[in-house]
């Protein structure tokens, strides 16, 4: 005898369902996909033991016969594809024909149908892949699928699925990558007969996004829509603020279908740039429309991947839509102080003794920052700040802020310094703090990007050349970015077997140290040369660039240079980030200082 048999057909669906059931949640998944593809408007979930117990998915939609009942739990059956070509335009969640056959090869199943048109419902129970002949039954039009015990005859497969709560939470992932897309359906989550989610089909999408993601400000999100060249595009884009440390609130669906896609990644971490830091990643909510065909989506199991045809113009389109919204929009953060003390008493105690504590600390600091030598010692208060009792009472001692950052007159507008980082200016509907170094770096970024965009930078010969040594690597790097030190207005020359010379430097750099200004991007260039494009490497290095030439935190600003800043500011129309994603600019309105200090 041979040793090559032909499996068993339901071995060949335990097999299939490997790749298409890796842990309850994929049941869901597949269940779900399917009534909706029934027309269903309504459909309830329940859930028992984080869906080891139990899966029960209840369906409004077209139902099935007895003799589509007993076919649709076969391999490779489907109603939704007949033809060749019926491929290359899905329209469809479900296609593949492999979902029923693969759950009820390794679970017991108990699904019960009935049509608009049939008085009676059938059923059909299947025991892992062990098949009891249909029977009519009572139930409502549409379809209801209980999965039992899954995996309960493969021991292997089943001791890797995790506690109640951890596969509750896969599920929960699926319900909602299945809710946002369709507003059209009412739908139900329960769990161990306590419900999870209730979506009521009259809720608009951010009220369905605030009930999944209670966690967000759904509020905050910022809608954009587009059409262009055949794609729908509509986003909903949360602040920079609220970013996260990964991309679990990104959520991508095309027609419908939750996807996962490198290109659109990237569209969304492109349109994001320099507004984050680089290790954060956006909220995002994008839905794409188009035609069927110009993509394929048979390209993995569990359907979640695709292959656009023209994938260039799908990230292009959702770039610009995304980039142009958000840099339309005042991303300024608004700062949100601390709830009153009289939200509850113990509260009130605890508030009051911390902030009377903090009061202490900080007059104890004081003094001792500006406790007199002697008696003798006199501090000079700055001009326009000698109070009338000062000049009347010059014998008593005084205690003045010399190193107090300046005050405008009253007439004008009013800011001040602190610490040597921060500027405070009063605006009309209260004040603003602000990141002096992270404003000017914004600023010299875009300065640089529009003069780098038009032309080399202007520069000047140095009267003396500086020299550095380079590595072989170094070397090659300078000799392969001939084009990054053209448009910064750099000149270098060899000066050795090792070593450059620096020729010409950029004028906007002039207070900086011109050889160590190159040696960094000499480093940046060898580092990153090779895996960014030269656009995005042109960019990395304006970002080095405006960081060297801004102003540095801990510096001392005169009331010119602080005037400066404060109205070259108001030159750009969106200078809310600097261009490692911090913000510039932090608003406090008047009525939380009222309610701060109880004027409201």
Do not use: W
């Not at 027309?39 to 329940?46: K, L, Y």
């Not at 950052?405 to 200016?425: C, K, T």
């Not at 640089?448 to 170094?474: C, H, I, K, N």
């Amino acid at each position: 005898m041979g040793r090559i048999v032909r499996l068993d057909q339901n071995m060949i669906n335990m097999i299939a369902a490997g790749e298409v059931i890796e842990r309850p949640a994929s049941v869901v998944k597949e269940l779900l996909e399917n009534s909706i593809d029934a027309g269903a408007t309504r459909i309830a979930v329940t859930i028992e033991d984080g869906g080891r117990k139990l899966i029960s998915i209840s369906d409004n939609g077209d139902g099935m016969d007895a003799g589509d009942l007993v076919a649709a739990f076969q391999s490779h059956a489907t109603s939704k594809i007949r033809h060749t070509a019926d491929l290359g335009s899905i329209s469809t969640l479900g296609f593949r024909g492999e979902a029923l056959a693969s759950i009820a090869s390794i679970a017991h199943v108990r699904a019960v149908s009935r049509t608009p048109q049939s008085e009676q419902a059938h059923c059909i129970e299947i025991d892992c892949g062990d098949v009891q002949p249909v029977s009519p039954c009572s139930g409502d039009v549409g379809t209801t699928i209980q999965v039992r015990d899954i995996f309960y005859k493969t021991p292997a497969r089943r001791k890797f699925l995790r506690t109640a709560s951890t596969e509750m939470g896969h599920i929960s992932e699926q319900f909602t990558r299945i809710a946002l897309p369709n507003g059209r359906l009412d739908l139900t989550l329960i769990h161990n007969g306590k419900e999870v989610y209730r979506l009521s089909s009259h809720l608009a999408l951010c009220q369905r996004i605030a009930l999944l993601f209670p966690m967000l400000e759904a509020d905050d999100l910022i809608e954009t829509r587009a059409e262009e060249k055949g794609i729908r595009i509509r986003t909903l884009l949360g602040h920079p603020s609220a970013s996260r440390t990964n991309n679990q609130f990104q959520y991508t669906f095309l027609n419908g279908r939750f996807i996962r896609d490198k290109f659109i990644s990237h569209a969304i971490k492109e349109a994001y740039r320099g507004l984050l830091e680089p290790n954060r990643f956006p909220v995002v909510f994008l839905f794409i429309e188009m035609p069927y065909d110009e993509y394929d989506v048979n390209v993995h199991p569990t359907k979640t991947e695709v292959r656009f045809y023209n994938s260039n113009l799908v990230h292009s389109q959702i770039l610009s839509t995304m980039r142009e919204k958000l840099l339309g929009t005042d991303l300024h953060v608004a700062a949100r102080l601390p709830s009153g003390p009289e939200d509850s008493l113990a509260d009130s105690r605890q508030i009051q003794r911390a902030r009377r504590q903090e009061i202490a600390d900080a007059m104890a600091d004081f003094f001792k920052q500006h406790r007199p030598v002697n008696r003798q010692q006199q501090f000079d208060l700055p001009p326009d700040r000698i109070s009338h009792r000062d000049a009347a009472s010059p014998r008593e001692p005084s205690i003045s802020l010399q190193a107090a950052p300046p005050l405008l007159s009253l007439d004008g507008p009013r800011y001040l310094q602190i610490h040597d980082s921060y500027i405070v200016e009063q605006t009309d509907e209260g004040f603003v703090i602000i990141d002096q170094h992270a404003l000017h770096e914004a600023m010299l970024y875009e300065k640089l990007r529009q003069r780098a965009g038009s032309g080399p930078l202007e520069s000047q010969r140095l009267l003396l050349p500086e020299t550095f040594d380079v590595t072989d690597a170094q070397a090659d790097a300078i000799e392969g970015s001939t084009d990054v030190f053209s448009r910064l207005g750099i000149e270098l020359a060899p000066f050795g077997p090792r070593t450059y010379a620096v020729q010409a430097f950029p004028t906007l750099l002039a207070k900086v140290s011109a050889v160590s200004f190159v040696q960094d991007l000499v480093d940046l260039l060898t580092t990153k040369r090779t895996t960014l494009n030269p656009e995005d490497m042109l960019d990395e290095v304006l970002n080095m660039t405006a960081c060297k030439a801004a102003i540095k935190a801990g510096q001392r600003l005169t009331d010119s240079e602080i005037q400066q800043l404060l109205a070259d500011r108001r030159q750009y129309e969106s200078i809310s980030r600097c261009p490692h994603g911090r913000p510039t600019t932090i608003t406090f309105s008047i009525g939380e200082l009222e309610k701060q200090f109880k004027r409201t």
